[in-house]
């Protein structure tokens, strides 16, 4: 006889039951948060929100957290974990409320608006955080101990919830309810309340270094108190080792002094009590400026705001410190660099590139919600705001207006201090009677300097540009000075007139020796170019026309020369019928042409000078010679063409100047080359003879105005 069949087992209901659309899963966990620290930082708010005072992150600190080698997701197994000592929860509050999407704490009586035993003002408010997670792995366990404390085998402890979440199961085309898996921990007992989240199969994503993460965790939350710590220990590193752990601290920002103004409570009476309703704004000097105001107000109500403002001492490292940050209830909420003002206003570079920072303002989403669920911003839109926004515009405004001059002055006082302008100053104008001189050399100094960008400071070579213009401009103000004075004298005394004399000596050798001095440098730098022949050629062949002082130091440009282009042109044109030959003149041939130019052909005291560059080390040949001779001889033939005359009004003759290292003549061309450089038509010189002569020309005129300099200043 068979044996009746066994009664089928009455399933079991799963423990942990979670409604959620996917659709929400996807929008507010995935695609929301997709960055380690902005995860993080929501598992912390809850954290906060949990009366926690202490928070401990363990991550592998500037790992990547999965590979993604040929497009495929390959996990590292690394293990994210945020542990905090808060009140925990119990299993039937993780169904009520972790297990809920979506619902307002805030509006729930049985939770409300403030933590259950510390009274913080909590930072949740959207109930969407806890999906953040999401965003960058595919595993979540939860293990949370709370409620009331549990005796156990003679142990007493808090009893645990574990569970575990996958996003993969989440994600799927049904909205049934999701059944979180039950982790092996559920239902023990831990000695203490708390909550753990531990993260692991990873999208790829990478952990900030250790530094960085500390700066932008200190950058989300303002709250700083004794009852509340956020730490972060690197998991792939021993608790004794250097770097293994930090102390998430508070934002450090330098500022510069005497630009800070800070929105805050005003006393109101002996005892130092604070009216709550009375805020005022105190410049950087500490008295109250009551042309602002720390409230702003909207349909009838006041929107007070306690921080401070003001200017930082290097302009922004990075985006972290850019601009103001302003927190709602301990939290980051938005960050603006201007309130979205409009360019055009007074210090308005200063303003973009080192304005900072903090401003608290609670009521961001109590009555009106303005914070954007990422948290990432404010919505300026709103009309309240947009009052908000209206009130930090003025507020920027007035900053930049308020530090400009403290500004100006510290710009001046950097320069003064890292330059010694006033010690070179004395140094290059030591006269008694150069007092002026001196003075208006400072003046102009600061005039500029005070104009400049505060970044434009750091550049040492900028900083010896503005000393060496002031130097240069000094003398030439103190003359202009004299000369009105002369004009406004009616008897011209002497004095006056030898005071113009001698400060005219002095601007004359300045302006000169400075002239002298920037050649001397290029011909330094030309003689750094001897070992490359080819580089220096070309460099000498677009130089000439520009420094003709390279080739003989008496030479001075000349510009606008119309006759010269003319003449130019006529010659280019000559030369090809005479000879059925094409030739280039550097400063004619268009830019497009690429062929090297035969000559440059410039002209200096009513003379046409020919000059022909050879590279370093080469030794002119005959070929070359013959070519040298053709253009002596068309050139000669052009200026006495019957309708030429009109050149020869402007040019009396014409000079050719050789510069080769090495002569290789033979038979006619030898006699050739002799018989033009004895005329005096040609005059050859090589690389070395002709840079030491111009260096040592510039050079003697440098020592010349040094001795007269000291001359006129013994008196």
């Known amino acids: 006889?068979?044996?009746?069949?066994?009664?089928?087992?009455?399933?079991?209901?799963?423990?942990?039951?979670?409604?959620?659309?996917?659709?929400?899963?996807?929008?507010?966990?995935?695609?929301?948060?997709?960055?380690?620290?902005?995860?993080?930082?929501?598992?912390?708010?809850?954290?906060?929100?949990?009366?926690?005072?202490?928070?401990?992150?363990?991550?592998?600190?500037?790992?990547?957290?999965?590979?993604?080698?040929?497009?495929?997701?390959?996990?590292?197994?690394?293990?994210?974990?945020?542990?905090?000592?808060?009140?925990?929860?119990?299993?039937?509050?993780?169904?009520?409320?972790?297990?809920?999407?979506?619902?307002?704490?805030?509006?729930?009586?049985?939770?409300?608006?403030?933590?259950?035993?510390?009274?913080?003002?909590?930072?949740?408010?959207?109930?969407?955080?806890?999906?953040?997670?999401?965003?960058?792995?595919?595993?979540?366990?939860?293990?949370?101990?709370?409620?009331?404390?549990?005796?156990?085998?003679?142990?007493?402890?808090?009893?645990?919830?574990?569970?575990?979440?996958?996003?993969?199961?989440?994600?799927?085309?049904?909205?049934?309810?999701?059944?979180?898996?039950?982790?092996?921990?559920?239902?023990?007992?831990?000695?203490?309340?708390?909550?753990?989240?531990?993260?692991?199969?990873?999208?790829?994503?990478?952990?900030?270094?250790?530094?960085?993460?500390?700066?932008?965790?200190?950058?989300?939350?303002?709250?700083?108190?004794?009852?509340?710590?956020?730490?972060?220990?690197?998991?792939?590193?021993?608790?004794?080792?250097?770097?293994?752990?930090?102390?998430?601290?508070?934002?450090?920002?330098?500022?510069?002094?005497?630009?800070?103004?800070?929105?805050?409570?005003?006393?109101?009476?002996?005892?130092?009590?604070?009216?709550?309703?009375?805020?005022?704004?105190?410049?950087?000097?500490?008295?109250?400026?009551?042309?602002?105001?720390?409230?702003?107000?909207?349909?009838?109500?006041?929107?007070?705001?306690?921080?401070?403002?003001?200017?930082?001492?290097?302009?922004?490292?990075?985006?972290?410190?850019?601009?103001?940050?302003?927190?709602?209830?301990?939290?980051?909420?938005?960050?603006?660099?201007?309130?979205?003002?409009?360019?055009?206003?007074?210090?308005?570079?200063?303003?973009?590139?080192?304005?900072?920072?903090?401003?608290?303002?609670?009521?961001?989403?109590?009555?009106?919600?303005?914070?954007?669920?990422?948290?990432?911003?404010?919505?300026?839109?709103?009309?309240?705001?947009?009052?908000?926004?209206?009130?930090?515009q003025k507020i920027v405004k007035a900053i930049g207006t308020l530090t400009r001059e403290p500004m100006r002055k510290a710009a001046w006082e950097t320069f003064k201090e890292k330059i010694k302008i006033e010690q070179k100053v004395e140094k290059a104008f030591p006269a008694p009677d150069q007092k002026d001189i001196r003075e208006q050399t400072l003046e102009i100094a600061k005039t500029i300097v005070k104009a400049a960008r505060t970044d434009e400071l750091d550049d040492d070579a900028h900083c010896r540009v503005l000393l060496d213009l002031a130097m240069l401009l000094g003398p030439h103000i103190s003359l202009e000075k004299k000369l009105i004075e002369a004009a406004e004298s009616r008897d011209s005394p002497l004095e006056v007139v030898t005071d113009i004399l001698r400060t005219a000596r002095v601007a004359e050798l300045s302006s000169f020796g400075r002239i002298a001095e920037d050649r001397v440098k290029v011909i330094k730098t030309v003689e750094t170019l001897k070992d490359d022949p080819a580089t220096l050629e070309d460099a000498f062949q677009k130089l000439i026309e520009e420094a003709p002082w390279l080739i003989n130091p008496q030479w001075s440009p000349i510009t606008a020369n119309e006759t010269l282009a003319t003449l130019k042109k006529e010659f280019v044109k000559f030369y090809k019928a005479n000879t059925g030959e094409d030739i280039v003149l550097y400063g004619f041939t268009p830019a497009a042409s690429n062929k090297r130019p035969d000559f440059v052909l410039t002209n200096q005291d009513r003379k046409i000078e020919i000059i022909e560059i050879k590279k370093p080390h080469h030794a002119l040949q005959n070929a070359e010679m013959d070519r040298i001779v053709t253009y002596h001889n068309e050139m000669q033939a052009f200026l006495k063409k019957k309708g030429h005359e009109e050149f020869l009004k402007v040019f009396e003759d014409f000079h050719i100047t050789l510069v080769c290292d090495d002569l290789a003549l033979k038979g006619s061309q030898q006699i050739a080359f002799e018989g033009l450089h004895n005329n005096g038509r040609l005059t050859h010189v090589t690389w070395t003879v002709f840079l030491k002569r111009t260096r040592g020309m510039h050079e003697a005129f440098l020592n010349e105005a040094e001795r007269q300099r000291l001359n006129a200043a013994k008196g």
């Open 1 to 392: 006889m068979a044996k009746p069949a066994p009664a089928a087992a009455t399933p079991k209901t799963p423990k942990y039951l979670m409604k959620i659309s996917r659709l929400t899963v996807d929008k507010l966990g995935v695609k929301l948060y997709d960055r380690v620290s902005a995860v993080i930082a929501e598992i912390v708010a809850n954290s906060y929100d949990a009366d926690a005072t202490e928070v401990t992150i363990s991550a592998p600190m500037g790992e990547l957290l999965a590979e993604k080698p040929q497009g495929h997701l390959k996990d590292k197994g690394y293990a994210i974990e945020v542990r905090d000592n808060g009140v925990g929860m119990t299993a039937e509050e993780v169904n009520r409320f972790y297990l809920v999407v979506g619902a307002e704490r805030r509006n729930d009586p049985s939770r409300g608006d403030f933590s259950r035993n510390l009274k913080r003002k909590v930072m949740g408010r959207k109930g969407v955080g806890k999906l953040a997670p999401l965003g960058i792995c595919e595993t979540i366990e939860v293990i949370t101990a709370g409620g009331k404390e549990a005796k156990e085998n003679g142990k007493n402890g808090y009893r645990i919830a574990h569970l575990i979440l996958s996003r993969s199961k989440m994600m799927t085309d049904s909205d049934a309810p999701y059944h979180p898996d039950v982790g092996e921990q559920d239902g023990k007992l831990q000695p203490k309340a708390g909550t753990t989240i531990r993260m692991r199969n990873f999208d790829h994503r990478r952990v900030p270094e250790l530094a960085e993460f500390d700066r932008q965790l200190s950058q989300r939350f303002g709250v700083q108190s004794p009852d509340w710590k956020i730490i972060l220990k690197d998991s792939q590193k021993t608790a004794t080792a250097a770097g293994a752990s930090c102390t998430v601290g508070t934002f450090p920002v330098e500022f510069k002094e005497n630009t800070r103004i800070e929105f805050r409570e005003e006393l109101t009476n002996k005892n130092k009590s604070y009216n709550p309703r009375k805020f005022s704004v105190f410049g950087p000097d500490g008295t109250i400026r009551p042309d602002l105001s720390a409230t702003f107000e909207y349909e009838g109500k006041d929107y007070p705001l306690i921080g401070w403002m003001g200017y930082s001492k290097q302009p922004y490292r990075d985006d972290l410190m850019a601009g103001v940050r302003i927190y709602c209830r301990g939290k980051i909420a938005a960050q603006t660099h201007i309130f979205n003002l409009k360019a055009g206003f007074t210090g308005e570079y200063d303003i973009r590139s080192y304005l900072v920072g903090v401003l608290l303002a609670d009521w961001l989403d109590e009555a009106e919600d303005l914070i954007r669920t990422d948290r990432q911003d404010i919505l300026w839109s709103h009309p309240l705001g947009r009052a908000f926004e209206a009130w930090g």
